[in-house]
């Protein structure tokens, strides 16, 4: 039962020596393990607020990033409606210019249509006075054979004009 309960003595030299063992301690390593366990602290401590500062900079960079990607989406959209609104417009301008010229060309054809059916009546003109001249010089040289029908046209035409006063 010695074990169990220790005896009075052996009692007496444990405290005797925990006592030594806590004065040297205390006169040679108190100071040391304290500072160690101070900075130990502080390093700690600068981690933790390392860390809030740190939480708070990605919170501040998440909602800078959340109201980017906001920005960027309104951007985009802005971006696309002109798009479309540009895409609208020159559709409109190119269906504008090709009505315009579509009719200038459709006023050329006739134009010119109209220049080709002039020149072709001209023409026509022309060349039914030509057989009218020559029908009529070979009936007038077919009439005008006799010498005598020939006065007598001759003086009808000078009667039929008008006098000059």
Known sequence: MDIITPGLGII???????????????????????????????????ALNSAKEA?????????KSKQ?????TLEGERIMKEGISSKE????????????VTEEELNRAK???????????????????????DLSEKLLME??????????IINKMIEDMPEAS
């Open 12 to 46: 007496f030299w444990q405290t005797i020596t925990f006592i030594v063992v806590l004065i040297v301690l205390k006169k040679f390593a108190w100071k040391t393990i304290i500072n160690s366990i101070k900075t130990r602290e502080n390093r700690v401590q600068g």
């Open 55 to 63: 939480k708070r900079q990605l919170d501040l960079l998440q909602e």
């Open 68 to 72: 980017i990607i906001d920005e960027a």
């Open 89 to 100: 417009q020159i559709v409109k301008q190119a269906k504008f210019e090709a009505k315009r």
């Open 111 to 133: 134009k010119l249509i109209e220049k080709e059916k002039n020149i072709a009546l001209i023409e026509m003109r022309n060349k039914i006075s030509d057989l009218v001249i």
């Open 143 to 152: 009439k005008l054979k006799d010498p005598e029908e020939q006065t007598r």
